[in-house]
């Protein structure tokens, strides 16, 4: 039965205390604090270096039995090297990674802005992404990428392609997978802007179809000033209760 999973593009962030977390929490209980409110988390964090395996293994212990992650691909892949990687950088990257076991659900491969289609790199990189245990979805910044080969391309290899309202472009995409990824970076991809309700039901709807159709849904919201990320994707919880 496909199901929807609500939650916030990370969880460490000092100025939420106050707004989501207690006064008098301290930091290493942020995560069983988060978990106890929302069923998933989207981490940033193995974007920009990995962490080692006992942290995974200790985020897997701090979080309910039916909490699941998204994780951001390294930077290194997609920016750097531009996917012309070997096997020895994913079987890095997911080496700690898979310490979250049956938590892990999805990576995010978000591309640089610069970076221009090229179907043979994505071939090659789709195809070596199988023999690793998650789904992925990838978060196109040029529009270049948008095109009917490549559409195809992920839906053979059942890779989603992640929806954002920022850049606009890639906000409504076809669906590619048997699931569907969803950013919410804040109007025009500003982090410090609230979403209004009728935004959010809007997006309500647009889950429920999803859903209808048989798709999983993981929706994360990265808007974090202020706090907004949480209050966003609490609301957007109450708008699809009960489902």
């Not at 998933?40 to 309910?64: C, D, G, H, I, M």
């Not at 949480?230 to 609301?235: G, R, S, V």
């Amino acid at each position: 039965m496909p199901g929807v999973r609500i939650g916030c593009s990370g969880f460490s962030y000092p100025h939420w205390k106050g707004t989501f977390y207690p006064d008098k929490l301290t930091q290493k209980k942020w995560l069983q604090h988060y978990g106890s409110v929302f069923s998933s988390v989207e981490l940033n964090v193995t974007f920009y270096r990995l962490p080692a395996p006992a942290t995974f293994e200790k985020w897997y212990q701090e979080t309910p039995y039916d909490f699941v992650f998204s994780l951001k691909g390294s930077r290194f892949i997609t920016h750097v090297k531009r996917l012309l990687v070997k096997d020895e950088s994913l079987d890095l990257f997911f080496k700690g990674a898979v310490q979250l076991k049956e938590k892990l659900k999805v990576v995010l491969w978000q591309f640089p802005p610069t970076f221009k289609i090229n179907i043979e790199r994505l071939a090659k990189f789709l195809g070596m992404l199988r023999g690793y245990p998650a789904r992925n979805s990838l978060e196109f910044r040029h529009e270049s990428w948008i095109t009917a080969e490549v559409i195809h391309m992920c839906k053979e290899h059942n890779t989603g392609l992640c929806m954002a309202d920022w850049p606009a472009f890639i906000d409504n995409l076809p669906v590619t997978a048997d699931f569907v990824y969803i950013r919410r970076h804040g109007e025009s991809g500003n982090y410090d802007t609230c979403y209004s309700q009728t935004e959010l039901k809007k997006d309500a709807k647009r889950i429920k179809g999803y859903l209808k159709s048989g798709k999983d849904v993981f929706i994360y919201f990265n808007n974090d000033a202020f706090g907004y990320a949480p209050l966003n994707a609490k609301k957007l919880m109450d708008l699809l209760s009960p489902l």
